[in-house]
Each structure stands twice: as structure tokens, then as C-alpha cells.
């Protein structure tokens, strides 16, 4: 498979998806949010933010790895997206950062599959158009020398971040 044969993109909730691995926007502290760390947290249990506060924190850019409790994906990798400072603060090469870390991490844990969410693109600010293309690209870069994942999945939770999102691997 080529790599963009190898992503996908769907409109829907990250918590419901039945892959490897699904990765969290989450904040350096772990210890959940709102978005989609809140969702993650509310329907995977306690036991992820157990694991969380034993790991204590996550620089950003960064990712580390917790099982799912009851979510259908079998790990929650969490990364801490940069927050939108107008783009002269590094923000793309540490979104670009998680992205990779990611799936690393994944590759590390013999996933063949690993879903994201839109990373900073809202309560960070992030500008959705430039994040999307951040995302696409950094992901091809990753699989076109890494056959370990056979499947990226990009869940969005909006038609226009799927927009987005699908033009970037159209392109
Ligand atoms: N499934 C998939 N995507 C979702 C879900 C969900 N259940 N809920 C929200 N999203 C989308 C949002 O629409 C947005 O496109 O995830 C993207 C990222 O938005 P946020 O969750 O706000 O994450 P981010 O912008 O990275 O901000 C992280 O928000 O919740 C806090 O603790 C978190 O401090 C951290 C900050």
C-alpha cells in the first residue's frame, strides 16, 4: 500500500473507534480536560488517569502511552499539542512533533493501527487549514519508511476539519 492508501478520514467520535491505538489531545499535567481528552477520560474509566498520574506529565510536543480501560482501542497515547501563539513560538515543528512521537509510540507497542484527532485545532487555537496539512504530511513522511502501520485514521469531529483533512491527503 502506498501511503496515502494507508490514511484515512472519517467525521465522528475518537472514543468509539476500534484501532491500536487512539491517540489524545491532551495537556502536560495528564490529568484530563474537556474536547476530546475529556471524552476519552469520561468513557475509557479511571484506570487511564490512574496510569496518567504515574507518569506525572507530558512535555509538548511529547507522547506517552496508557492502556484504553474501556474504550474498544487497546492503548491511548497522549500527546500535548502546542497552544496558538501566532506561529512565531515553534508551534509547527512541535505539532509536527506529536504527530511523529505518536507513531513511534505506536510502532513501539506493534500497532498497525492508530487514529488521531484534529491535535490543537481547538482549545489551542491551532489554525485548522495549517494544522491539517502538518498532520497529512508528517504522517506520510512516518509510513512511507515504516511498514509497521498499515492504517492512520483521522477522526474528526467536524465536516470542516474532514474537509480539510481529505484535501491534505488529496494533495
Ligand atoms: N473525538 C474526536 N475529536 C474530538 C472529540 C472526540 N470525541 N472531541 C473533540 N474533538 C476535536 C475538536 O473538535 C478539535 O477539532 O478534537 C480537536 C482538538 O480539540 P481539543 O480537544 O480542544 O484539543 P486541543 O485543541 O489540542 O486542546 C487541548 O484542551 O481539553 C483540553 O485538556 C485538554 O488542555 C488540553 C486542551
Known amino acids: 500500500m502506498n501511503s496515502s492508501e494507508k490514511m484515512k478520514v472519517v467525521l465522528g467520535d475518537i472514543t468509539k473507534v476500534k484501532v491500536d491505538a487512539i491517540v489524545n489531545a491532551a495537556n502536560n499535567t495528564l490529568l484530563g480536560g474537556f474536547g476530546v481528552d475529556g471524552a476519552i477520560h469520561q468513557e475509557g474509566g479511571e484506570q487511564i488517569l490512574e496510569e496518567c498520574k504515574k507518569i506525572g506529565g507530558c512535555e ?19 500527546t500535548v499539542g502546542p497552544v496558538w501563539y501566532g506561529g512565531n513560538n515553534l508551534e509547527a515543528e512541535k505539532l509536527e512533533s506529536c ?55 483521522f477522526v474528526c469531529y467536524t465536516t470542516e476539519n474532514k474537509e480539510l483533512i481529505s484535501q491534505a491527503i488529496a494533495s
Open 60 to 78: 509538548t510536543g511529547e507522547a506517552v502511552v496508557t492502556t484504553a480501560g474501556k474504550l474498544p482501542a487497546k492503548y491511548v497515547i497522549h
Open 99 to 153: 504527530y511523529r512521537n505518536s507513531l513511534q509510540l505506536a510502532v513501539d507497542h506493534q500497532c498497525k493501527s492508530i487514529a488521531f484527532p484534529n491535535i490543537s485545532t481547538g482549545a489551542y487555537g491551532y489554525p485548522k487549514q495549517e494544522a491539517a496539512r502538518i498532520a497529512v504530511n508528517t504522517v506520510r513522511k512516518f509510513v512511507e519508511r515504516n511498514n509497521t502501520i498499515e492504517s492512520v485514521l
